[in-house]
Structures are given as C-alpha cells and as structure tokens.
C-alpha cells in the first residue's frame, strides 16, 4: 500500500468523512459471506479485524474478489493472478472483478476505484460494492443462500393500460390549471397597479 504521510488541512477533514462512513460490523459481515460462497478462508479470521486497514489487506490483492464473482456467477470467467506480489497485478485483479461486477449487475456510479482499496482511500466505497453485489446476486442466483443483512432490490412492474382508460384521464383538468372551488383572487388588485388614493367623499 502506498505511504502518502499524514493528512492537512481539507485532506485530512475529507479523511475524518470518509472513516466515519466506514463501519466495521459491516464489513465484518461482507467478509464472512465472501467466505461461506467461496468456500474459503481469508489469511487470518475476518472477526479479529480492528479497522479499515485489516479488512483492505485481505481483499487489497483481488484474488477473493475475483473468485467471488466466479461463485456468483457460473457463467463468468475472470482472468486474474492467483498469486500477486506486486502492486500491478493486484490492482489489475481489482479492476477484473470491478469489471465482471458491472457485467453482472451492480450499476457503476455504486463501484469503488482502485486505488479506494489497494491504497484504502475510501474503504467504505468497498463495502457499499459488496453488499449491492450480494442484492444483485439475490436477485438473480436463486440456488445461494444469503445472510439477512442482504438487500431485496426492487423490480420493475410496469402497468399497461388500455386505450379508453387513456382517454379518460385526457378529459379530467388537473388542478395544475385552476380551479374556482378553492381561493381566488377577487377583490385583489392587480400586481403592479399603483395605489388607488381616493378622496373621502364624507371628509
């Protein structure tokens, strides 16, 4: 992981966001599910994790993450190093899984960058991917069992209506275009009028 010292300034408030978002029950969480569907086991037990920075070097090399997305989906074959040592194969099988995912389902404005796990930029990103991924993968795998913590992504159900029932709604007037059974302007003088001074006809 790369060393860029401590943080000033807007960097450093930008940090301080940016760790408050990360939750680390999530991520727990996210971990031990990566391992019940792969069906193995991260380098040392997810559950004695302390920060962002234990839970991105477990998945900072991609390896899991590619496997993952090969579990959740049969059909995917990712190229990727099994046994990375340098920074560019790791990150390459980062951006492997990131693009199998995007295949698979998981919209690209809710993936994380690159350099937000290898260099645990925003850890939080990461988390918010794998736990969309694990919604999608929901939605469509129906022979995986997911934890409760899984989100039900809702689904489009669009209505067709026929023809009449179109026309019908043709001929009601929206309130949109007034209406004289509420408030009105009568008695108002027009905007813009200027002050009416009359003489007082008893003065």
């Known amino acids: 992981m790369a060393n860029h010292g401590p943080s000033y300034g807007l960097s450093r408030e930008l940090q301080k966001k940016n760790d408050a978002r990360f939750v680390l029950e999530e991520a727990i969480e996210v971990l031990t599910?990566?391992?019940?569907?792969?069906?193995?086991?991260f380098s040392f037990d997810v559950t004695t994790c302390e920060s962002s920075t234990d839970v991105s070097n477990l998945l900072k090399d991609g390896v899991m993450l590619c496997k993952l997305i090969e579990k959740l989906d049969p059909q995917c074959r990712v190229?990727?190093?099994?046994?990375?040592?340098?920074?560019?194969?790791?990150?390459?099988?980062?951006?492997?899984?990131?693009?199998?995912?995007?295949?698979?389902?998981?919209?690209?404005?809710?993936?994380?960058?690159?350099?937000?796990?290898?260099?645990?930029?925003?850890?939080?990103?990461?988390?918010?991917?794998?736990?969309?991924?694990?919604?999608?993968?929901?939605?469509?795998?129906?022979?995986?069992?997911?934890?409760?913590?899984?989100?039900?992504?809702?689904?489009?159900?669009?209505?067709?209506?026929?023809?009449a029932v179109m026309r019908r709604g043709e001929m009601v007037i929206p309130l949109q275009y007034g209406t004289n059974k509420c408030a009105s302007q009568k008695g108002m003088s027009p905007y813009g009028l200027p002050r009416q001074i009359k003489p007082d006809p008893h003065g």
């Open 79 to 163: 190229v990727y190093n099994k046994k990375p040592k340098m920074a560019f194969p790791m990150m390459e099988n980062i951006s492997n899984f990131l693009a199998a995912a995007k295949r698979f389902g998981v919209m690209e404005i809710s993936c994380f960058q690159t350099v937000d796990l290898y260099e645990n930029k925003q850890c939080y990103k990461v988390i918010e991917c794998l736990r969309l991924l694990a919604a999608v993968a929901q939605m469509r795998s129906s022979h995986l069992e997911h934890p409760a913590w899984v989100v039900k992504l809702a689904q489009s159900s669009p209505r067709q209506f026929p023809e």
């Open 33 to 41: 599910w990566i391992e019940n569907i792969t069906g193995e086991r």
